[in-house]
């Protein structure tokens, strides 16, 4: 992540966001309902779970800034452990239909791009050092939106092209 560490301000950043999430649903646009569930997009996960990824970790910053945003300590988990996270969200979204995934796909992308949006330049330079995992604030924004699109987004992109 370190290539991605600058800072533009709040303009730039929605600019990244949209161009990030633009490029993915082009990619996705070129997979059909059967290749979304096959292994390997990214590790053994398929593209469903790789959406439903996204979805959740989106849910979490969300869920963070607006505890944040309402002077409330977010519910971070004490142990960070991503693996284990992420393992979590496998298990939640696995067995869900590709049609529900891909709903929650798009509608927490919106409320993600919606935060971002509502957040003020003073909000986006705010360090929550004590309880946000990815302080300054807008660090856990791009952490969890177009960073993490472009990321998935070339393994996906790489699968594709083997």
Same mark, same amino acid.
Do not use: C
């Given at each position: ?7 533009? %301000? /709040? #303009? ?6 949209? &161009? $990030?999430?633009? @490029?993915? $649903? *082009? ?16 590790? %053994? ?6 959406? %439903? ?18 002077? *409330? &300590? ?5 142990? !960070?452990?991503?693996e284990r996270m ?9 067995? =869900?239909?590709?049609?529900?995934? @891909?709903? *929650? ?21 705010? =360090? ?6 990815? &302080? ?7 952490? #969890?939106?177009? !960073?993490?699109? #472009?990321?998935?987004? *070339?393994?996906? $992109? &790489?699968?594709?092209? /083997?």
């Amino acid at each position: 992540m370190s290539n991605h560490i600058e800072y533009d %301000g /709040k #303009n730039k950043l929605l600019v990244q966001i949209r &161009a $990030e999430r633009d @490029l993915l $649903e *082009e990619t996705l646009a070129r997979l059909t309902p059967d290749q979304m569930l096959q292994p390997g997009a990214s590790g %053994g996960w398929t593209v469903k779970d790789v959406l %439903g990824h996204i979805s959740a970790w989106e849910r979490r910053m969300i869920h963070w800034t607006s505890s944040h945003l309402r002077g *409330e &300590a977010p519910d971070v988990p004490l142990l !960070w452990d991503v693996e284990r996270m992420n393992a979590e969200t496998h298990a939640q979204f696995k067995d =869900k239909p590709l049609a529900e995934v @891909l709903d *929650e796909f798009h509608q927490s992308y919106r409320d993600s791009l919606a935060l971002a949006e509502s957040l003020s330049e003073e909000q986006l330079q705010t =360090k929550y050092t004590d309880t946000w995992p990815m &302080a300054p604030l807008w660090l856990g924004v791009a952490a #969890n939106t177009n !960073w993490h699109y #472009n990321e998935h987004r *070339e393994t996906m $992109e &790489a699968w594709l092209n /083997k």
